[in-house]
């Protein structure tokens, strides 16, 4: 990890494409899109890779397996 500025934080986070990576924002999170998650968290994927590979937020994804699953905080909700 390197310490920097806000620009020089948000330029690295640009170039190691870490940003923006939901093309259809606003989109419902399907059932099954869902259970895909959850199967994908249960085989050992992190929240990121499974996000990138829906293209949504690694938050999202953490809401929807863990309320799928019965797990965490969003279980409750």
Not at 4 to 16: R, V, Y
Not at 18 to 30: D, L, Q, S
Not at 34 to 48: F, Q, R
Request: aromatic share 6%; proline share 4%.
């Amino acid at each position: 990890m390197v310490l920097g500025t806000k620009a020089d934080n948000t330029a690295d986070m640009l170039e190691k494409d870490r940003c923006c990576h939901n093309p259809r924002p606003g989109r419902k999170v399907e059932p099954e899109e869902a259970a895909a998650m959850a199967t994908m968290y249960s085989s050992g994927k992190t929240w990121y890779r499974i996000g990138i590979d829906f293209g949504r937020s690694q938050q999202l994804v953490k809401q929807h397996v863990e309320r799928y699953l019965g797990i965490g905080s969003a279980a409750t909700v």
